[in-house]
């Protein structure tokens, strides 16, 4: 059975940091893109970041705090966040499928394989 299972989240002071884990099981992450996004309160899904077999991407908002990361032979992906604000309190989600690729992966496109989400709240 093909799941994503993710980790990680939690509370966090303004400042502080995070990693959150993407464990693939049912298929093999080698190849794959995976995305990370994240739905806030009342506002829609966005996209943090994405890395792609040898290379990573990062929306406007992340980028110099947020780190993405895999290791294959634990079949695995990682978000690491740093220097954490309020705003950044949401639920992150990963997702790939084999047909999907860090090229629009900020249009939030159908991805057929989704992690369950991780809470992340940032407050003093």
């Known amino acids: 059975q093909v799941q994503l299972a993710e980790s990680g989240g939690g509370l966090v002071q303004p400042g502080g940091s995070l990693r959150l884990s993407c464990k693939a099981s049912g298929f093999n992450l080698d190849y794959y893109s995976i995305g990370w996004f994240r739905q806030a309160p009342g506002k829609e899904r966005e996209g943090v970041a994405c890395i792609g077999y040898s290379d990573s991407f990062y929306a406007d908002s992340f980028k110099g705090r947020f780190t993405v990361s895999r290791d294959n032979a634990e079949n695995t992906a990682y978000l690491q966040m740093n220097s954490l604000k309020p705003e950044d309190t949401a639920v992150y989600y990963c997702?790939?499928?084999?047909?999907?690729?860090?090229?629009?992966?900020?249009?939030?496109?159908?991805?057929?394989?989704w992690g369950q989400g991780a809470q992340v709240t940032v407050s003093s």
């Open positions: 997702a790939t499928d084999p047909a999907f690729t860090c090229h629009n992966y900020l249009h939030i496109p159908e991805i057929d394989y």
